[in-house]
Structures are given as structure tokens and as C-alpha cells.
């Protein structure tokens, strides 16, 4: 059995653009477009949408491949989706004009049994991100780091 990957918006943009840059490390992003090709890697709509924000090469690749990579609403996500927010309502930061897509990445992965990939790392009791709700509901969580170590993402 393998194991399904849900991608989190900063997954995307800083390996891109810091750490696996696409001009210094293809392979990396070969083998990342071959897990979405094979339903592995996905994403909600959400992180899609915070990702056509920006104005860079990532939005290109992340266009090409729209059809795989992202997943729609539905019922048991949206449900999901407000019972994270019931227990977790600092998760999202109205206020800091933040990312909405955090609580739509876990219900994702919940719903898709799935691995959340992210950059963030557990916050305060103020501060609440994606690890403290992937921990409260004993959700796996890694960086892409653990990611290109598990499924060996820079090997040729």
C-alpha cells in the first residue's frame, strides 16, 4: 500500500523557491509531478487558489497539472472542515490575512486518509497551526524533507 500525500500551500513555495529550486534540482520536481500523475500528491482547491497569488514559475507547473493534483469540496470534507474549526478556531487569522486553506488541507487528509505536507511546525495555544490539529487528531504530518526521504525524491 502507498501512501497519499496532502500538500499544504508552503510545501509548494519553499521548496520551490529556497530549498529544491527547479533550475538547481529537477529531479525533485520529477518525482513530485510523477506521485501527483499517480494520485499521490494532492492538494484542495484552497492551496491551489493561494498559489495562483503569486506571480512566479510555480504557478505554471502547478496549472499543468490542475486536473490530478487538486481536489474538490465535498460534503464529508466541508463537514470536517467545521468541526477543525469548532476545536481549533485560532486556527485560521481573519485578522492577519493568513491562509484559509489550513483547515481545508487537514480535512482533506483526514477524509483521504492522507499525509499532511507542510513547513509550519506546532505553534503556542495562541498560536495554533496545521501540526497542533494533525496532532490532536493523530494526523501524520512532515516537512518535505521527511517527504523526499520517505518516497527517496532525489535519488535519479
Known amino acids: 500500500m502507498f501512501n497519499k500525500y496532502c500538500f499544504d500551500t508552503s510545501a509548494f513555495i519553499e521548496p520551490w523557491n529556497k530549498h529544491y529550486p527547479i533550475r538547481l534540482l529537477p529531479q525533485y520536481w520529477k518525482n513530485i509531478a510523477n506521485l501527483i500523475d499517480a ?52 486556527l485560521i487569522k481573519v485578522y492577519r490575512n493568513q491562509s484559509m486553506a489550513d483547515p481545508w ?14 513547513k509550519e511546525i506546532p505553534g503556542s495555544n495562541t498560536d495554533i497551526k496545521i501540526p497542533n490539529v494533525c496532532i490532536a487528531y ?6 518535505e524533507i521527511g517527504l523526499a526521504e520517505r518516497e527517496k525524491l532525489l535519488e535519479i
Not at 488541507?105 to 507542510?118: D, F
Open 39 to 90: 494520485g499521490r500528491i494532492f492538494c484542495p482547491v484552497e492551496v491551489y487558489e493561494e498559489i495562483l497569488k503569486k506571480d512566479d514559475s510555480l504557478v505554471e507547473w502547478i496549472k499543468q497539472r490542475k486536473e490530478k493534483l487538486v481536489h474538490p469540496i465535498t460534503i464529508p470534507v466541508q463537514q470536517k472542515v467545521t468541526e477543525i474549526l469548532s476545536r481549533f478556531p485560532k
Open 105 to 118: 488541507v487537514i480535512a482533506h487528509a483526514l477524509i483521504e486518509n492522507a499525509i499532511v505536507i507542510t
Open 138 to 143: 493523530q494526523l501524520e504530518y512532515m516537512d
